[in-house]
């Protein structure tokens, strides 16, 4: 007998998405404790199974580059999928939702000169150590980066390959202030942007730095609850076996 599932909490909004969601297996490829915590301030509890994708596809090989968080956050969700459907087969998952969270340096290219002197943004990654989390500041302090998260949802259907994966991405600027280099040095010895990517937490002290923000805040701290929501409901009113099978 297949144990029992039920990653809907009592208080989760009463939505048709949501209700499609009570009792089935709901799972969260990804161990980040921020992206567990906004999902269950929304009301839902998946459990957690960090994918072991590596994380490593070329980021060259992308012509649009916002679409490399949605093809990592494929890549995590399915390989989630499918371990766990060849570990437990009498108790597959119902929904799998994989996540990635990027920075790029700057916005889109918005004037002629850039779009014609091929201006790219470049992806920042975790800082290497404290002088790299200072240069990452440094060249972000006054300006303008974007935050990108790819979800991807998979779940099973009856045709092969047997799963269907749908995916979104959300964007969000985030505008610095003018920041002293005392300010940045500062939080550069607290060392709390070592092991986030850009090298500031925005839901932290790095808020400090931070001007303004344009967009959903809890995407800049790793998940767009309002957008995977609405795909949701999405998948709901167009997919008549949605979550049926």
């Known amino acids: 007998m297949a144990p029992q599932h039920n990653a809907v909490l009592p208080t989760a909004l009463k939505t048709p998405a949501i209700q499609k969601l009570v009792n089935k297996r709901i799972i969260l490829a990804s161990g980040s404790p921020r992206r567990k915590e906004i999902l269950q301030t929304l009301g839902l509890a998946p459990e957690v199974v960090p994918s072991t994708f590596a994380e490593n596809l070329p980021l060259s090989s992308f012509e649009d580059i916002h679409e490399y968080p949605v093809s990592t956050a494929i890549q995590k969700a399915v390989e989630v999928y499918q371990r766990?459907?060849?570990?437990?087969?009498?108790?597959?998952?119902?929904?799998?939702?994989?996540?990635?969270?990027?920075?790029?340096?700057?916005?889109?290219?918005?004037?002629?000169?850039?779009?014609?002197?091929?201006?790219?943004?470049?992806?920042?990654?975790?800082?290497?150590?404290?002088?790299?989390?200072?240069?990452?500041?440094?060249?972000?302090?006054?300006?303008?980066?974007?935050?990108?998260?790819?979800?991807?949802?998979?779940?099973?259907?009856?045709s092969a390959p047997g799963y269907e994966i749908k995916s979104i991405d959300e964007r969000t600027l985030v505008y610095f202030g003018d920041n002293e280099d005392h300010v940045l040095k500062a939080y550069v010895d607290s060392e709390e942007g070592l092991d986030r990517a850009g090298g500031f937490a925005v839901q932290g002290r790095g808020n400090l730095l931070i001007r303004k923000i344009d967009g959903d805040f809890h995407n800049v701290v790793g998940f767009p609850g309002a957008s995977f929501f609405k795909l949701l409901d999405l998948l709901v009113e167009e997919e008549e076996d949605f979550l049926a099978i």
């Open 84 to 158: 766990v459907l060849t570990d437990a087969p009498d108790d597959p998952p119902d929904l799998v939702i994989g996540a990635d969270t990027v920075v790029f340096t700057h916005a889109l290219p918005s004037t002629t000169i850039e779009m014609e002197t091929g201006v790219r943004q470049e992806l920042l990654e975790k800082p290497s150590s404290k002088e790299d989390n200072m240069r990452m500041l440094k060249d972000l302090n006054g300006g303008v980066c974007e935050v990108v998260t790819g979800v991807s949802l998979v779940y099973p259907i009856l």
